[in-house]
């Protein structure tokens, strides 16, 4: 089924508008990440479709939502879309999401040209489902790599010092029985990372804040 729609509120969720433009586009899935850049300025959504596009919003504050989108790529040949994204320093982070495929995580200044890391063996072939940074630090990010298909597969909460340049194993994890979830929805960066722990098998979940650097 065809899910692809975006909306808009302007009114803390009272009222929403709804645009089916990826549809007329030819987008025949649904959306797998929307989220505001600060760098740039501009709305950066992804979509889910067969050919995992990019697209960024008008630099306009109250751009039209239903028009003002530009195409960054045609497709993702072999790195999947993305599923999550932040920032740290002048780059935005992308993780990718090619189920049974290496994943990455792609580094931007402009939205346009990008850098691509490899996530390191035996996590390559897990999507990276979430990216979070931490407040008061420029290079600090935080990755969930989730597979929930198979358990020779291994997950990991991992983060990275240094903007990604090298990875520390906070938690391996089999996938088809635990699932770690980063929680954050904030605008602005939160100084505590905070993580759900769900076990699968006996339905049982723990929450745990990590205050401290890791390292």
Same mark, same amino acid.
């Given at each position: 089924?065809?899910?692809?729609?975006?909306y808009?509120? +302007?009114?803390?969720?009272?009222?929403w508008? +709804?645009?089916? /433009?990826?549809?007329?586009?030819?987008?025949?899935?649904?959306?797998?990440?929307?989220?505001?850049s600060?760098?740039?300025?501009?709305?950066m959504?992804?979509?889910?479709?067969?050919? +995992?596009?990019?697209?960024? @919003?008008?630099s306009?504050? $109250? /751009?039209?939502f239903?028009? %003002?989108?530009?195409?960054v790529?045609?497709?993702?040949i072999q790195?999947?879309?993305? !599923?999550?994204? *932040?920032?740290? $320093?002048?780059?935005?982070?992308?993780? *990718? $999401?090619?189920?049974?495929?290496?994943?990455?995580?792609?580094? *931007?200044?402009?939205? +346009?040209?990008?850098?691509?890391?490899?996530?390191?063996?035996?996590?390559?072939? @897990?999507?990276?489902?979430?990216?979070?940074?931490? #407040? $008061? !630090?420029? %290079?600090?990010?935080? #990755?969930? &790599?989730?597979?929930?298909?198979? @358990?020779?597969?291994?997950? &990991?909460?991992m983060?990275? &010092?240094?903007?990604?340049?090298? /990875?520390?194993?906070?938690?391996e994890?089999?996938?088809?029985?635990f699932?770690?979830?980063l929680?954050? @929805?904030?605008?602005k960066?939160?100084?505590?990372?905070? /993580? #759900? &722990? !769900?076990?699968?098998?006996?339905?049982?979940?723990?929450?745990?804040?990590?205050?401290?650097?890791?390292?």
């Amino acid at each position: 089924m065809n899910v692809a729609n975006i909306y808009r509120s +302007k009114d803390d969720g009272k009222s929403w508008e +709804k645009s089916d /433009f990826l549809k007329r586009y030819g987008v025949n899935k649904h959306i797998h990440l929307i989220k505001y850049s600060h760098i740039l300025n501009r709305v950066m959504l992804a979509d889910g479709d067969n050919l +995992k596009k990019l697209w960024m @919003s008008s630099s306009e504050k $109250d /751009f039209d939502f239903d028009k %003002e989108w530009e195409l960054v790529n045609r497709f993702h040949i072999q790195m999947g879309g993305f !599923t999550s994204m *932040t920032e740290i $320093d002048n780059s935005i982070v992308f993780g *990718t $999401d090619y189920l049974g495929g290496s994943n990455f995580l792609l580094f *931007t200044n402009d939205g +346009k040209k990008y850098q691509k890391k490899v996530i390191p063996d035996p996590y390559r072939r @897990s999507p990276v489902m979430s990216l979070i940074n931490r #407040a $008061d !630090t420029d %290079e600090e990010i935080w #990755a969930i &790599l989730h597979n929930p298909i198979s @358990s020779k597969t291994r997950c &990991l909460l991992m983060c990275s &010092l240094d903007g990604g340049e090298t /990875f520390q194993r906070v938690i391996e994890y089999d996938g088809t029985c635990f699932e770690i979830q980063l929680n954050s @929805s904030s605008l602005k960066p939160n100084k505590i990372v905070s /993580f #759900a &722990l !769900t076990d699968k098998v006996n339905a049982k979940a723990l929450s745990f804040d990590i205050v401290k650097r890791i390292g």
